[in-house]
Structure formats: C-alpha cells, structure tokens
C-alpha cells in the first residue's frame, strides 16, 4: 500500500462521526452498534457495559458522540453526561432510554445533552440526533417533545436548551457515592469501586448526609430518586 494510499485511508476515517455506545444490556448496545456501522459516515469506536468504562474510553479516543443508556447502575446516563462535558467539551452526548417521564427529562436536559431519544421511537430519530443533535440545540424523539416543553424548553424536534443549577448540592464524586450507596454498596465495597480508601468512602457517606439532612438510608433512597438520580425500579 502506498504511502499516498495510507494517508487518504486515514483523512477518510477522519471525517466520519465517531462514536461509543453504553448500555447496561448487552442486546442493546450490540443492536444499536449494528445499526450505525451500517452507516457509512459513522464510525462505532466501540460498546461497553457501564458508564465509568464509558468515561475512560471517552478520555482516551475523545469521539464526536456518545450514545449513553439513562438507568445504569453504578453510574447513571446523566452523571455520565456531566462528566463527559467536564473530559470532552468536543463530545456529544445522547441519551438513549425506555424512559419518558418528567423527571428524566428534566435532569437530562439540564445535563447539557445533544438528545433525547426514546428506544421505543423510530430508528432515524438515533441517526438524526447524531447529525443534527448539539448542547444548544437539543434532537427529542416526538414522544418527550411535549414532555420539555412543559418542563419549560421550547418545543420543537430540535430545542434551545434552557440552562438550570442543579438541585443537588453534593459534589459529582459525592453524587457517584450516593447513588452506589442506595443501590445498597457497603463503605468496602464502593472503596473497591471507585479505587479509594474505606475510610474516605465513609467519609463521603458522613458528608454526603450532612450536607442533604438525611441520616437513614430509606430517605437517602427516596431523595436520590426524586431527583432522578436513581429509579426505584432498578433496586
């Protein structure tokens, strides 16, 4: 192969939208990873299980898109999307969920994602958000359109995202900690997760319930899924 040749292999491979994909469920990601690398501008770097493997490989290829499932354990699709915006202002992040309701809608939008799309839509709702979707201008399947607008984002297939503070006042290790936390993770356990001492991940947890008031973990549980960190359908 000539040198020539080599060089217009790669600039061509430039050009396409490269992307990773995670999800919790396996068939998923690998069905929606089928799907886009039957695309010929589109590029699938790769599919993984959670969403801190997401976040390294994500540090390390940088990729236009992030496809990124809402109801993962360990660290949910919105915490997933503030980090990547922290480690790759470049990369877009589009969420892919069974979830519509108000809540989800509310905290994954103030997240700064490219789009929302619901697993149930059409497939070129998925292909559309990764062409047109961005942080500004936000690509919603026809089923949470109406859902933002009540929400107070304008209504449209593409929408001007409306900036908010979050709700929650812990820090994002303190958010990760806590959501560990009510899925029911001893203080050993999240040290081990999350590569820490046990007694810093005590620490977290002692903070964590001074700075929310809560002290007893059925409140915890209740807070963290009132502000759509967790759903009470995955403990």
């Known amino acids: 192969m000539s040198l020539w040749h080599k060089i217009s292999r790669n600039k061509l491979a430039s050009m ?8 919790d469920h396996v068939l998923v990601s690998k069905s929606v990873s089928a799907l886009l690398r039957s695309i010929p501008d589109f590029h699938v770097l790769g599919e993984c299980n959670n969403g801190r493997d997401l976040i390294k490989l994500v540090a390390q290829y940088q990729p236009n898109v992030a496809i990124v499932d809402l109801g993962m354990p360990g660290l949910n699709g919105v915490e997933v999307a503030r980090r990547v915006r922290e480690i790759s202002r470049s990369t877009r992040v589009i969420i892919l969920t069974g979830y519509s309701d108000q809540a989800s809608v509310e905290q994954t939008l103030e997240a700064g994602v490219a789009g ?14 990764i062409r047109e979707g961005t942080p500004k201008r936000v690509y919603l ?6 859902i ?12 001007a ?5 979050s709700r929650c006042p812990l820090s994002p290790r303190e958010r ?22 046990e007694a810093t991940a005590k620490d977290h ?14 409140t915890l549980t209740r807070y963290a899924i009132g502000i759509g960190m967790i759903r009470a359908d995955m403990l």
């Not at 929302?116 to 958000?129: E, H, P, Q």
């Not at 947890?205 to 059925?218: A, C, M, V």
């Open 16 to 23: 396409k939208t490269t992307i990773l994909i995670a999800d």
């Open 161 to 165: 995202r409306r900036g908010r503070v």
């Open 176 to 197: 990760e900690v806590l959501q560990l936390i009510v899925e029911g993770n001893s203080n050993k356990r999240i040290a081990s997760m999350l590569g820490i001492t």
């Open 148 to 159: 933002a607008e009540r929400a107070g984002f304008r209504s449209s297939r593409r929408t």
């Open 141 to 146: 399947s026809t089923e949470v359109a109406a």
């Open 116 to 129: 929302y799309i619901v697993k149930s839509g059409a497939t070129t709702d998925l292909i559309r958000a």
């Open 205 to 218: 947890r002692k903070h964590i319930k001074e700075k929310l008031g809560i002290r007893d973990l059925p």
